[in-house]
């Protein structure tokens, strides 16, 4: 293994001190959600005990101070995926709310009768169901680019799927069921030949890859904080300054006008315009530390951590008889989902909690995915920047347990 000091990186999780069921606590649904090192409890903690007060309003010490560690998370985020602006940031509660952003001001915008919208066969139902609204209401069409038996997406369907007609083209990084790396660079390279912007759902690439807007020259990008290791409830989408400007505020309320009459309204500027209401201020402010957190690591240094652990756990589970893996393709993320002979995916999931084994079971909400599978669900190990290879091996013990006690 790459030296990775596990033990001190542990240390920093109060949570994985957990006895489950008597047994030590196994967290390995890091792709549902993440654990928060101290540092970010802190500064929960913090934030409350001497910082508590609403942002960008008021005058008066507090207001000054919760504004001003609210924004350094804004700037933080700015170096972390190396924006151009720092107001190309948007703060929005998670992946989800940053789609339905894009989704309602775009789409109404730029979407007209006869226009198409592009996904994957491998999206989330945050990346599925928005376009679907939306092509609903302004009837135009859902299409869907195919994936492969591995799980990797049909590139050169994808090439033909290109029209004059596809306004958007909006796919995941990495499939949080299948683990698959999408070919981010090529799809976007390809889309913007033909003038069509993309948006990037990286839910589950940016607590794992090294990411740059700049030299991905990605149009959109929505992601989640509390599964980059910090809180609920605050969430991101970056987009280029020229697609802000373009398309009209997500949510009318405070925060986001200029001025307000009877009459009419103007808008804040960026990133204010799409930022109605009070935010999730605490999870915002603690946002910067998770970032800190990450960079203190280094992410490439996690990612090849993380992939040593995958490789390990892929060889180990494979030797369980009628085991398959669900999602091989060649570029992976540190996810695994597998299904064992006709046992059903949610029994093994019980067992296992009854190990201390924390994994996810079900469609992972990716029920179009199951479908083209032909199965109801799979067991899925998703592994975090502190899971260890004796985990993997009580995941693999318990596995064997669990289908010794089912078949
Ligand atoms: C790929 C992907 N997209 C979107 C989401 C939705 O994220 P959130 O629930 O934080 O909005 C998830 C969550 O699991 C995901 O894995």
Same mark, same amino acid.
Request: net charge negative.
């Given at each position: 293994m790459t030296h990775y000091d596990i033990h001190s990186i542990r240390n920093d999780f109060p949570i994985l001190k957990s006895v489950v069921n008597g047994k030590p606590l196994v967290y390995l649904d890091n792709g549902a959600s993440t654990q928060k090192p101290q540092l970010v409890i802190d500064a929960i903690n913090h934030y409350y005990s001497s910082q508590n007060s609403n942002v960008? +309003?008021?005058?008066h010490y507090l207001s000054q101070i919760a504004t001003d560690a609210y924004e350094v998370t804004r700037r933080k985020l700015k170096s972390f995926i190396n924006s151009k602006e720092e107001y190309e940031i948007i703060l929005t509660k998670g992946t989800t709310d940053s789609i339905n952003l894009v989704a309602s001001t775009f789409g109404n915008t730029f979407i007209n009768e006869g226009d198409e919208v592009l996904i994957s066969a491998m999206e989330h139902h945050s990346n599925i169901v928005p376009w679907q609204m939306l092509c609903e209401s302004r009837k135009a069409s859902l299409k869907v680019i195919p994936i492969n038996d591995a799980g990797e997406l049909d590139m050169n369907a994808y090439g033909n799927l290109l029209?004059? +007609? /596809?306004?958007i083209v909006s796919v995941t990084y /990495? %499939?949080?069921?299948?683990?698959t790396i999408n070919p981010v660079k090529e799809i976007i390279r390809l889309a913007h030949a033909q003038d069509i912007p993309v948006l990037l759902d990286a839910a589950q690439a940016i607590q794992h890859i090294s990411i740059d807007v700049q030299a991905l020259d990605v149009d959109f990008l929505a992601f989640s904080g509390h599964k980059m290791y910090g809180p609920t409830g605050v969430g991101v989408l970056y987009g280029k300054e020229k697609w802000l400007n373009a398309i009209p505020p997500y949510q009318g309320g405070g925060d986001m006008i200029k001025d307000v009459s009877f009459e009419k309204t103007t808008y804040n500027d960026l990133p204010f315009k799409f930022e109605a209401g009070t935010p999730n201020i605490e999870a915002g402010v603690a946002l910067a530390f998770a970032i800190d957190y990450i960079n203190s690591i280094g992410l490439d240094k996690i990612a090849q951590y993380e992939h040593e652990l995958l490789e390990y756990a892929t060889d180990e589970l494979l030797a369980i008889d009628g085991l398959r893996i669900i999602g091989t393709a060649k570029?992976? %993320?540190s996810v695994i989902s597998f299904v064992v002979g006709t046992i059903h995916p949610y029994d093994i999931g019980v067992i296992l909690d009854k190990l201390g084994i924390a994994v996810r079971t079900g469609h992972h909400c990716t029920q179009p995915l199951m479908a083209l599978y032909g199965i109801p669900g799979t067991v899925r190990a998703s592994i975090g920047l502190y899971n260890t290879k004796e985990e993997i091996d009580i995941l693999v013990k318990g596995v064997r347990k669990a289908v010794s006690m089912l078949s």
């Amino acid at each position: 293994m790459t030296h990775y000091d596990i033990h001190s990186i542990r240390n920093d999780f109060p949570i994985l001190k957990s006895v489950v069921n008597g047994k030590p606590l196994v967290y390995l649904d890091n792709g549902a959600s993440t654990q928060k090192p101290q540092l970010v409890i802190d500064a929960i903690n913090h934030y409350y005990s001497s910082q508590n007060s609403n942002v960008h +309003r008021g005058v008066h010490y507090l207001s000054q101070i919760a504004t001003d560690a609210y924004e350094v998370t804004r700037r933080k985020l700015k170096s972390f995926i190396n924006s151009k602006e720092e107001y190309e940031i948007i703060l929005t509660k998670g992946t989800t709310d940053s789609i339905n952003l894009v989704a309602s001001t775009f789409g109404n915008t730029f979407i007209n009768e006869g226009d198409e919208v592009l996904i994957s066969a491998m999206e989330h139902h945050s990346n599925i169901v928005p376009w679907q609204m939306l092509c609903e209401s302004r009837k135009a069409s859902l299409k869907v680019i195919p994936i492969n038996d591995a799980g990797e997406l049909d590139m050169n369907a994808y090439g033909n799927l290109l029209n004059e +007609r /596809v306004k958007i083209v909006s796919v995941t990084y /990495v %499939s949080n069921t299948l683990g698959t790396i999408n070919p981010v660079k090529e799809i976007i390279r390809l889309a913007h030949a033909q003038d069509i912007p993309v948006l990037l759902d990286a839910a589950q690439a940016i607590q794992h890859i090294s990411i740059d807007v700049q030299a991905l020259d990605v149009d959109f990008l929505a992601f989640s904080g509390h599964k980059m290791y910090g809180p609920t409830g605050v969430g991101v989408l970056y987009g280029k300054e020229k697609w802000l400007n373009a398309i009209p505020p997500y949510q009318g309320g405070g925060d986001m006008i200029k001025d307000v009459s009877f009459e009419k309204t103007t808008y804040n500027d960026l990133p204010f315009k799409f930022e109605a209401g009070t935010p999730n201020i605490e999870a915002g402010v603690a946002l910067a530390f998770a970032i800190d957190y990450i960079n203190s690591i280094g992410l490439d240094k996690i990612a090849q951590y993380e992939h040593e652990l995958l490789e390990y756990a892929t060889d180990e589970l494979l030797a369980i008889d009628g085991l398959r893996i669900i999602g091989t393709a060649k570029q992976k %993320s540190s996810v695994i989902s597998f299904v064992v002979g006709t046992i059903h995916p949610y029994d093994i999931g019980v067992i296992l909690d009854k190990l201390g084994i924390a994994v996810r079971t079900g469609h992972h909400c990716t029920q179009p995915l199951m479908a083209l599978y032909g199965i109801p669900g799979t067991v899925r190990a998703s592994i975090g920047l502190y899971n260890t290879k004796e985990e993997i091996d009580i995941l693999v013990k318990g596995v064997r347990k669990a289908v010794s006690m089912l078949s």
